[in-house]
Structures are given as C-alpha cells and as structure tokens.
C-alpha cells in the first residue's frame, strides 16, 4: 500500500539558513509522482515542487530543491535561505497513477523560521 | 486567472444534518478532487472527479458523496452528519495537460459539526 512518512513533527531553523524536511514514501509502481506543498495558517495548500519517478535530475524552483534518492524511497525538500514566511506546515504527497489525481499526503512538518 | 474557489468559507452543522459544498475549479481545469483534512487524521482523499464521472474514491463511508457539472465544477455531500465529520474540506483541479502535475487548491470549507 501506498505511504507517505514524515519523521519530523515541528522543526526549527534560523532566517537565511537552509533546512531540510524529510520524505519517505513506499509504492510498489515503477510510475509515480511526488510532490511537496505548503499549508500556512490560512489553510490553503499550496504547490511547491515535483518530481517525476523517472526524472534523471533532482527538481529544483527557485529557493526549493528536492533531494530524490529513489532507491532510498526518499524525496527530502530543502528549503535555501529560509524567510519568515517559510514558516508553516509541509507535506509531501505523493500520485503513484500519472491518469488519476488520487494523491496521498503525509502527517506533515511544522517549520517555524526563527529571526 | 482566478484560482479554485469554494463555498462556503465557514459552516456550522448539527449532528444528523446534511451540507453540501460547492468548489469551482480553475478555467480549463476537468478534474475535481476533494479531500478531508482533520488534526488526527491529517489529509485523506475523498473522491476524484473527471468530466462529470467519478473516477478514483477514497475510504469514505457512504455518507460521503459528490458530483461534477458540466462546467466541472463540483458539489459533494454528507449526510447523517457526525460529530467526526469536522474537518477542513478542500478542493483542488489539475489540468490533464501533459506536464502539468500539480493540483491548485482552494482556500477549503471548515465545517464545524455541533
């Protein structure tokens, strides 16, 4: 079955530096994809960063970058120079059928960005 | 470009109604999710719609139910509310273009059942 872990309940990290959220998943199918989302306090979910199974290189976007290592089953979000406004709840979800949009979430990461 | 809307913002029930929410998707967009999201349960998907027709569906009972219109957007019901139902409801499309993976949401529905 389809799963999606994250091990780290609340993180803390200091403005202007990097952070890393980690991601674990298991899927028995070879095709899937795996995103990372942000939920402020306001609730909307926001989209951050993909990245396909079959994808040679790790995604990047703009400060966000994603460390695949798929024999590990791991997807770990690495946030650069972290803001102020980094600060909010991260999940990493994960489409195991690229024609579906059935999309499994994660428990979630609170990253609290300290001045 | 309008984003996904949904309505209403906030909702309050009793137990043993029913309510119906509404989500307006992207322009273009065809498909309709919708999922629950709960402090101890995290987020569960609830059902997928494509071009009016269900198309995926997750582990609701069924209570749970919804539809997609024409224009695709979408509605989806409970019934016999309970207490456990409280949740923040959202609402995301995604275009079947290829390339375009990610789902837009919407601001969700909180409903409060009492």
């Known amino acids: 079955a389809q799963k999606i872990t994250q091990t780290q309940p609340g993180m803390f990290v200091q403005e202007k530096e990097a952070v890393t959220l980690d991601c674990t998943y298991d899927?028995?199918?070879?095709?899937?994809?795996l995103f990372w989302y942000k939920q402020p306090s306001s609730g909307e979910m926001i989209f951050l960063i993909y990245q396909g199974s079959y994808d040679q290189q790790n995604a990047t976007e703009g400060r966000y970058s994603l460390n695949f290592q798929k024999a590990r089953k791991s997807a770990n979000l690495v946030i650069s120079a972290s803001q102020l406004g980094d600060s909010a709840m991260y999940f990493c979800a994960m489409r195991d059928d690229p024609q579906h949009d059935k999309v499994i979430f994660g428990p979630g990461t609170s990253l609290s960005v300290i001045p | 470009k309008a984003g996904v809307t949904q309505t209403p913002r906030y909702l309050i029930k009793t137990r043993g109604q029913q309510v119906t929410l509404s989500c307006s998707p992207i322009?273009?967009?065809?498909?309709v999710s919708w999922y629950q999201q709960t402090p101890g349960q995290g987020l569960q998907f609830l059902f997928e719609y494509f071009s009016e027709t269900q198309r995926n569906k997750g582990n609701f009972p069924g209570r749970f139910s919804g539809r997609q219109f024409s224009n695709s957007r979408s509605e989806m019901n409970v019934s016999t509310l309970e207490l456990g139902d409280s949740a923040l409801y959202l609402c995301a499309s995604s275009s079947p273009r290829q390339g375009i993976h990610e789902q837009y949401f919407g601001p969700g529905t909180r409903l409060t059942v009492t």
């Open positions: 899927t028995s199918d070879p095709s899937y994809g």
């Open positions: 322009s273009g967009h065809r498909s």
